[in-house]
């Protein structure tokens, strides 16, 4: 039965998100039975809490978006899914041939990519993580370029204006980055401001870009808009990522390894 109440648009769509997140899956007849309203008035708003994110659109219809969970500190995190980033940073590693120039990102799986990069020979490795410094320090083979600028020290990473200066002067064959989410809709997202910026500008130095990232970002929007889907030609990831979301990410000629 219809509602007797009355909504202002924005009041109404408030509304219509709670509808759509305690059920999960509605079809527009059905939000035009509770809201008392067209479907073309329908459509619109579905539409409007799609483009922000909060909803994802199919047609005749909408489902509750996966929201990524806010993300602790590294240290915190970095014994989560540490088997499937091993297996990803050996692999993304082996995407880099000795002689050239890549970018490593901050994250728990890009240092597993750092990790198996320590044999590599004439490299040249820039990077904002703390971390990654640490890790490859000592590697007489590797020139190392540390990026400076403000430390994130949940992150141990630098980011910020001072980064992002030092990054208008320097191109790389490969960008190796980590995300906190990842959505065929939504794009690569993440969860601090300050940082999407810095990594925005990471993302443009680079010749190629690889995704690094666990199944659990797969299918998950967070709140800060980083760039779309189609800045990766690389896409590596675990088994245990869904399997029609990487058939989805091929078909936009993505190149995606599962391991």
Known sequence: MAKQLTYSGLERREQLLRFVQARNRVTIEQVCAEFDISPATARRDLQALADDGKIRRF????????????EPPFLERSSEQAEEKRRIGQAAAGLVRDGESVLLSSGTTVLEVARHLRDRRNLTVVTNSLLV???????????????????????QSFIGHLSELALNELRVNKVIMGIRAID?????????????????????????IILVADHTKCERTSSVFLAPLTV???????????????????????QVLAV
């Open 59 to 70: 047609h005749g219809g909408a489902i509750a978006a996966k929201t990524a969970p806010p």
């Open 133 to 155: 410094m640490n890790m490859l320090v000592d590697v007489p083979h590797i020139t190392l370029i540390a990026l400076g600028g403000m430390l994130r020290s949940s992150e």
């Open 184 to 208: 065929l809709e939504s794009g690569l997202t993440n969860d601090y401001l300050p940082e999407t910026q810095t990594d925005r500008k990471i993302l443009s130095i680079g010749r190629e």
């Open 232 to 254: 990766v030609n690389t896409f590596v990831t675990d088994s245990k990522a869904p399997p029609a979301f990487l058939e989805a990410l091929r078909e936009l000629g993505i």
